[in-house]
C-alpha cells in the first residue's frame, strides 16, 4: 500500500502562482510514475502533467509553458509549479502514484481556486 497526501492548494488571483507538493510513502518512489491529474466540478478528472522515473515529463496542452511538474527522490516527493494561472485551472487537483499497470494509488485532492 502507498500513502499519497497532496499539499500546498489554495485561493490566488488569476495571473499568480501556486507549487502544489505530494509525498509518497515507499521505498521504490525512484522508479515509479507520478502524475497529477484535475477535476472540475461536473467534470471527468483529467491528466495535468506526468513525470517517469527518468525524469521524462508529460503535460495537458491546456497547462503547457505555464506549469511545471518535478521530483526530489530523496524526499519521495512530487511537486506542480502552476504559473499564469486561470480561472479555468480551479479545480480539485489529486496526485497519483503509479506502481506499474493497474496499480496507482491516489491522494484525496487539494483545492485550487484561482479567483479575483
Known amino acids: 500500500q502507498v500513502r499519497v497526501v497532496e499539499s500546498g492548494g489554495g485561493l490566488v488571483q488569476p495571473g499568480g502562482s501556486l507549487r502544489l507538493s505530494c509525498a509518497a510513502s515507499?521505498?521504490?518512489?525512484?522508479?515509479?510514475?507520478m502524475g497529477w491529474y484535475c477535476q472540475a466540478p461536473g467534470k471527468q478528472r483529467e491528466l495535468v502533467a506526468t513525470?517517469?522515473?527518468?525524469?521524462?515529463?508529460n503535460y495537458a496542452d491546456s497547462v503547457k509553458g505555464r506549469f511545471i511538474i518535478s521530483r526530489d527522490n530523496a524526499k519521495n516527493t512530487v511537486y506542480l509549479q502552476m504559473n499564469r494561472l486561470k480561472p479555468e485551472d480551479t479545480a480539485v487537483y489529486y496526485c497519483?502514484?503509479?506502481?506499474?499497470?493497474?496499480?496507482?494509488?491516489w491522494g484525496q485532492g487539494t483545492q485550487v481556486t484561482v479567483s479575483s
Open positions: 515507499g521505498s521504490s518512489f525512484i522508479i515509479w510514475t
Open positions: 497519483v502514484a503509479r506502481k506499474g499497470p493497474g496499480l496507482d494509488f
Open positions: 513525470i517517469t522515473s527518468d525524469r521524462n515529463t
